[in-house]
């Protein structure tokens, strides 16, 4: 008897806690900014979710790093924001 996540991505229903601990891209303040910049790195890293990749450009390019923005969005990509924050890099 199939369970009720057969067939779904186990990754999509469950919230990544270092993205939701983040909050929304980018953060005002130098100290609320590094602080975000540290969790979405974080969640970049450990799932690789387009969101995360996405708001941790968004962060970088607050804290002024454009040239590090890009290369987080060079893999390319469909996310909306991805391509938005790309175009701004």
Do not use: I
Not at 12 to 35: E, H
Not at 50 to 65: E, K, M, N, V
């Amino acid at each position: 008897m199939p369970g009720p996540w057969r067939g779904r991505c186990y990754a999509r229903l469950v919230a990544d806690p270092f993205l939701s601990a983040a909050g929304p891209a980018p953060a005002r303040g130098r100290d609320a900014l590094l602080r975000q910049l540290a969790l979405l790195g974080v969640a970049a890293a450990t799932s690789g979710a387009p969101r995360a990749r996405a708001s941790l450009a968004a962060t970088l390019l607050a804290l002024d790093a454009p040239v590090e923005a890009g290369t987080l969005l060079a893999g390319g990509g469909t996310e909306p924001w991805a391509v938005w924050w790309g175009v701004l890099a």
